[in-house]
């Protein structure tokens, strides 16, 4: 079992940047690929970054690319989301997420954490 615990949401101004820490336990994490998923109210809960076991190949939403970059500390057993320009639309709850295969990492991931809250005002 691996369980999950986001850190690092909070207040930013458009523009602005914000790292996020997703933190696990259990002794199976290194071969578990993650992926962190955000859901703003009223909204679809969208994915938005993977990272595979290994770190060696990332995935990104269009909406994402170029602002977000994922990465991953196995000795830490920590998965890292640096988002930088922040924009209103990217307030949401954030969710990381790990699953046995990349694949199901990106949809339909085994383990979830509860999520942070981030907040980017206009």
């Known amino acids: 079992q691996v369980q999950l615990v986001e850190s690092g949401g909070g207040l930013v101004q458009a523009g602005g940047s914000l790292r996020l820490s997703c933190v696990a336990s259990g002794r199976t994490f290194s071969s578990y690929a993650v992926g962190w998923f955000r859901q703003a109210p009223g909204k679809e809960r969208e994915f938005v970054s993977a990272?595979?076991?290994?770190?060696?190949?990332?995935y990104y939403a269009d909406s994402v690319k170029g602002r977000f970059t994922i990465s991953r500390d196995n000795a830490k057993k920590t998965v890292y989301l640096q988002m930088n320009s922040l924009k209103s639309e990217d307030t949401a709850v954030y969710y990381c997420?790990?699953?046995?295969?990349?694949?199901?990492?990106?949809?339909?991931?085994?383990?979830w954490g509860r999520g942070t809250q981030v907040t980017v005002s206009s």
């Open positions: 997420a790990a699953g046995s295969r990349t694949y199901t990492a990106r949809t339909s991931p085994d383990y």
């Open positions: 990272v595979s076991s290994s770190g060696g190949t990332n």
